[in-house]
Antibody, heavy 121, light 109 residues
């Protein structure tokens, strides 16, 4: 069955970078988009960006342009999100989610368990 | 900046019916917005109930209905159950990016 398993919690200092991984299984890796969504403590969901696992083409929210990089390793069906120049505002749970896109539908159907990234001096 | 607006909170009685809406600052929400509705309970990842305006998943109870209503995306819950108490988020597609609504806290009381 389809699964997205994320890397464990991480603590970073302000100004550092963090890399979160999302290992997928149970489906053809290259046929889908993987999105990253974050949720600050007590706050709502925020779309960070996505990567098309076939070509590696990425789309990022304007807010994160220049600070986020999404990559994939097709040999191990894993997607990565790298976020740089961290501040305390980046403290959040980061989720990966698969998008199934067919003619006429776009569906965020499977989600990872979330990765807590804490930015603290 | 594109903003997606939801009711911050709603209260419904068990067995009742409630409609949550999702509006876009850029104009009417259409089928081309591919509205997704997600449910999130404390300490859990989100779970998508409805995608592409009105399509349920196999895990989505039939009491959840997605639609377009008056230029907005809408999620109607009929015969509300206590376990429906949760946060609900809509997610809309704008070419090349997605935007979440601020979420609706649904209380079943």
């Amino acid at each position: 069955q389809e699964q997205l398993v994320q890397s464990g919690a991480d603590v970073k200092k302000p100004g550092a970078s963090v890399k979160v991984s999302c290992k997928t299984s149970g489906y053809p890796f290259s046929d889908y988009y993987i999105h990253w969504v974050r949720q600050a403590p007590g706050q709502g969901l925020e779309w960070v960006g996505c990567i098309y696992c076939n070509s590696g083409v990425t789309y990022y929210a304007q807010k994160f342009h220049g600070r986020v990089t999404m990559t994939r390793d097709t040999s191990i069906s894993t997607v990565y999100m790298d976020l740089s120049s961290l501040t305390s505002d980046d403290t959040a749970v980061y989720y990966c989610a698969r998008e199934t896109s067919t003619w006429g539908t776009k569906d965020f159907d499977y989600w990872g368990q979330g990765t807590l990234v804490t930015v603290s001096s | 900046q594109t903003v997606v607006t939801q009711e911050p909170s709603l209260t419904v009685s068990p067995g009742g019916t409630v409609t949550l809406t999702c509006a876009s600052s850029t104009g009417a929400v259409t089928s081309g917005s591919y509205a997704n509705w997600l449910q999130q309970k404390p300490g859990q990842p989100p779970r998508t109930l409805i995608h592409s305006t009105s399509n349920r998943h196999s895990w989505t109870p039939a009491r959840f209905l997605g639609s377009l209503l008056g230029g907005k995306a809408a999620l109607t819950l009929s015969g509300v159950q206590p376990e429906d108490e949760a946060y609900y988020y809509c997610l809309l597609w704008f070419p090349d990016f997605w935007v979440f609504g601020g979420g609706t806290q649904l209380t079943v009381l």
